[in-house]
């Protein structure tokens, strides 16, 4: 399946290499995210004010010569912090966007105690195609990119489904990679059947209430 995806893209000759790592493994020091050369690009989003404005980060990387470019979406209390990922990135010739929305990674520096207690929490997803879409918007217009891939972990591959089917920028995605996706509760039984049925049962149980 991966090596079908790449060849899609144009990326057959690619070499994916897994490595292993101790769990007390320090993958990413901050030496090595300095050495990237990253850049933040703010998103200021609506409902916030001038006071405490509401906004969310896009992290990114490019270099003159890539055509192509890597949208990631970080998972529930993530952040980009993979410099392990990036020469292979830069093999494929990928220019790197993460989209950081409100309550995640960076988009908390400085946020109040209450508003950090809230750190990824979200009562629909679709609060978050505002930011996406703002970030799509950004990552476009650096450059007139031949391929554009959507990269996710976790619960950032649930977004990603939703994107693919609400975002504004969804057709201009030639492909999708998700990591470890949250898409199901994966207990099974009457727990899942209530978890699947709860748009449902909220409005019943807020009237009983």
Not at 108 to 124: E, I, K, M, Y
Not at 167 to 182: C, E, Q, T, W
Request: with cysteine.
């Amino acid at each position: 399946t991966v090596r079908h995806a790449l060849d899609e893209i144009g990326l057959a000759g690619v070499v994916v290499s897994l490595r292993h790592e101790a769990a007390e493994s320090t993958i990413a020091t901050k030496t090595d995210m300095a050495a990237l050369g990253l850049q933040e690009h703010v998103l200021y989003l609506s409902g916030g004010s001038s006071g405490e404005p509401r906004r969310a980060f896009v992290t990114y990387r490019t270099a003159p010569e890539n055509t192509r470019c890597l949208i990631w979406l970080p998972g529930r209390n993530d952040m980009f912090s993979h410099p392990h990922v990036v020469p292979l990135l830069d093999a494929c010739g990928l220019d790197l966007y993460v989209i950081e929305h409100r309550r995640l990674g960076r988009s908390q520096l400085g946020a109040s105690r209450d508003d950090f207690a809230l750190t990824s929490h979200a009562v629909n997803f679709r609060d978050f195609l505002e930011e996406h879409d703002a970030g799509f918007a950004f990552a476009l217009s650096q450059k007139a990119y031949a391929n554009v891939v959507l990269y996710s972990h976790s619960t950032g591959g649930l977004e990603t489904t939703l994107y693919c089917r609400e975002g504004k920028y969804r057709d201009r995605i030639d492909a999708v990679v998700l990591n470890s996706p949250f898409l199901d509760w994966g207990m099974g039984g009457v727990a899942e059947m209530l978890c699947d049925a709860m748009d449902e049962l909220m409005p019943i149980a807020s009237f009983l209430k």
